[in-house]
């Protein structure tokens, strides 16, 4: 059993509704107490930890807490421990988390952690940045907070919260608030890396541009990468303690490199590139910037197979890890469940091998999370429990899954409806609690003692490595003139490089790095070739390095529309095998002279099992706007109930097509571009194929389905092409049935949420508590395609100076792109952002607009919304911008009124009694009946004031002002505010809502002075 205490899970009470539950402690299995302690050198304690550890008690949380003692929590000193750490200078706490984690690989008791734990979640309410936030979804759904809290660079990167963007200094002050954070709550940090394309500019699932033989020494964005490195050390060295004494962090940089959905990944990165990448990382922080904080992950996609492919040795790693998702469609299923047990299994044995700790750096339900409804209600104790019956796979010290981004394809733990906003709770809400009430699921509380125990850790001595950096093995050359450049170890003395037979050329040490060039023989064209280097101690060749290379000079242009030839590999197995990277079970690529003919054809061997599918994938840049069809030769014997996919990434989304195979095929093979659809797990399911899309086809696959089982097929010449024969694509896609999109607020919407917000009087009305430099956001995410739409708009006006953005994330990334910066004042001001040259707006993620106070002026600054606007042309605001009333206007009338518009429908009643507010102060207009003449009218601060402070805080009902419609005195600009239906202007209607106010004045009247009111 674990250390620590069993959990039981009590029923307590129905309150509102809801079911409430507390964790109770039941027992102590072993003599330590779950608390945190930390050794320093002073007992003083900031307030910022005073405040954090009040927070902690009142929520059951041990907290960090500061100790002279140099002993451990029970008093007892242990021998010298070695540790075989990446850094062979590690701090003392960084030692003591390494160890930690290492016996955790010697119990059953896992870690839990989540991305984003504390600043990202469906159940928080919190605006901004959330830097320092205490907020959880995991702590409002089990009443405890994960043990590991992950993070991203693209939080430094002011792309991901508590990042601001476009400024890196308060990015790195807030992520290290937040880090402060977890480590005094008891949590142990992770940071990923997401960074963006440094040569193309675009984000991490760009894979164009040689990104990483660029950002290397010799490479042309060398001094970006070191300088987005720079930041990364900026913050390492800003987490310490209020003692000074260091935080941890379990740096995981380029993960999942065996796809190919990052620039970082198979597809264009070859494993040698990528030992070296790593490898650098790791030097240049740890060596040159003095980083001693953190622990290094090494975590490729799910399959052990292809694991140590891109392995940069034991001297770079501390944590063997692994990321793995199950499959939407099918998930718990004994094939994922089996594959899963295999690679924890495989994780374990090589981390006891090597002395290094073995984690599941990611997993989750899917790779696009949880379903919203008609999930397996059992998934995470199904998982767990076949972990934790493995002997091998239950020594994992943690795993840790995706951050809850938002519903839909971004939850990746369930939820419980404490706002009561969502529905009601997440159906698998109650197998994650029962997860964790598992005795071997260690969260936040359950932690134990990691820092202060006293013990004595040493570093094994670090042992560097020599590597070639410039070129890579097997890389692939087309200039005449080589940088070289290579690593070589403190005690060298010499290093040279030699072309072939060629004489060596001796290599200069710069910053480091042994550099120089090579000119290659004029008569060296097509090739494979080698380069050997030679690392010399004195006079003596202490180690030599032959690095295979593929000269391929004064090739011609390949054709854009051709996909593959098979004729650009030299004949070599190996460079067709590094071209094309694998997803699924297992596939073996090879070539094959064709018979008769000059040239080779692609030989694809495959085979179905565990997986159920067996891919291989291209990457590339290419245009395809005149084509329409993709054709190729295929020779396929009968394979019964298998299928051929063919799958093409088309500006951003990628599209399939399956061909049958139970029959054999056998000839040329052209499928029309039209026959594409959205792959199913795409969430662009209504997008095709168009001219404008087919400007960028950057991925071409083939998949193998149906049963398993060993199969093979041949392929030739593949290649997009123009059929006049078929139909032509459309130059765009055709626009869905166009409406604007208009949000009046004339009546309670939940769409767009934010801090203190209300719908009340024809507007969205936000109370923001902010203080000088922070900022807060209204906005929305169930908007998922702008596609049609070129213009958003807001009319807003605030009570206090304040900047506003209109900001729109799109894409898989999320990325963030905004309208800059306007200024806001009391009166209204319509802010507009040309959407039109978006990318990716058929993604869109979030839709928002950011506040920014930039002064000290004191109070809470109110925003009002009077509408928002999605519109594909400005011409259609035109004559729909609110009038402003005249200083007279009409009293509110009495507490309960129905009044028949004579032009409305049937003579609909129009309902002029807004309902009472409720406690969080939101309205609710669901009832009401809108008029379709009305305007929208604007409130002098007195009146909203009188409105708020006599009637709303006597808490009684609140009567809708009558909207009065204006002459018209421009038919130019004839229409209605919120862009209502224009139905023209009733010359009967000001006379009689005036004879109405006057009889219902009168009748108060009366009432009142019979009372003696007056």
Known sequence: MKQGMKKQLVLSATVGGIFLFAPVVLAAEEQNAPTVEEVTGSNQVSSETSTLSEVATSQGIPTVTASSSENTATGQTSETRLLAMTDDQASQETKELYAYLKDLNKKKDILFGQQHALDEGVTLTSEGSRAGSTDSDVKNAVGDYPAVFGWDTLSLDGYEKPGVSGDPKQSIANLTHSMKTAHQLGGIITMSTHPHNFVTGGDFNDTSGNVVQEILPGGSKNNQFNQWLDRIAELAHNLKTDEGKTIPVIFRPFHEQTGSWFWWGESTTNPEQYKALYRYTVEYLRDQKGVHNFLYAYSPGAGNDRYFKTYPGDAYVDVLGIDSYDDKNQPGSDSYIQALKKDTTMLVKEAEARNKIAALTEFGYSAQ??????????????????????????????????????????????????????????????????????????????????????????????????????????????????????????????????????????????????????????????????????????????????????????????????VDDFEDYLGERDLLERAYSSNGDPIVMSLEKRQGQDGYRLVYDYQLDRNGYAGRQLSFDKDWSVANAIQFELDADQQSNRHLTVQIQVGGVSFEKDIDLSNGVHGLVTIPLSEFKPAQWESHQSAQITKERLKKVTQFALYLGGDKGKGQLRMDTIKAITDPNLATLPEKEADKTYEAKLYPFDQESTDWQGEGRTVSDGALHATLALKKDDKAEIKVNQISDLSSYDWYVVRVKASQPLSAKLFIKVGDSWQWVDSGSQDLSKDYKELRFDLSSIEHRDATREVGIEFYKSSDEAGDSEVTIDYIAFVKSLDELVGLKPKELPESQPSPLPEKEEYTEPNSPEGDPIETQAKPTDEKGQSDFKGATQSPITSKKEETDSQSQVSKGTVADEKSTVSKVMEVEEPNFDSQKQGHSKLLPNTGSNPSLLAIITGMVFIMLAGFIKVFYKNDKF
Do not use: C
């Not at 706002?419 to 997440?426: A, S």
């Not at 969260?443 to 013990?455: D, P």
């Open 369 to 562: 999370g949880l379903k919203n409804t008609g999930n397996t209600l059992d998934w995470y104790t199904r998982i767990f429990n076949a972990l934790q019956k493995d002997p091998a796979a239950s020594k994992i010290a943690y795993m840790m899954t995706w951050a809850n981004f938002g519903m839909g394809n971004n939850l990746y733990t369930p939820y419980r409806d404490v706002n009561g906003n969502l529905g009601g709770d997440h159906e698998l809400l109650a197998d994650f609690q029962k997860f964790y009430q598992d005795p071997h699921s260690v969260f936040l509380k359950e932690v134990g003692t990691i820092y202060g125990t006293g013990k004595s850790l040493q570093t094994s001595p670090h042992i560097s490595t020599r590597y070639v950096i410039q070129p890579g093995s097997d890389s692939l050359i087309k200039d005449q003139t080589l940088t070289i450049v290579a690593k070589a170890k403190t005690e060298d003395t010499k290093v040279t490089a030699r072309f072939n037979d060629q004489a060596p050329v001796s290599l200069s040490l710069v910053n480091g790095f042994y550099t120089g060039t090579i000119t290659l023989p004029e008569n060296v064209k097509r090739e494979v070739a080698h380069l050997v280097f030679d690392y010399y101690q004195g006079d003596k060749i202490v180690e030599s390095q032959n690095y295979r290379l593929y000269i391929k000079r004064g090739s011609q242009p390949q054709d854009p529309l051709v």
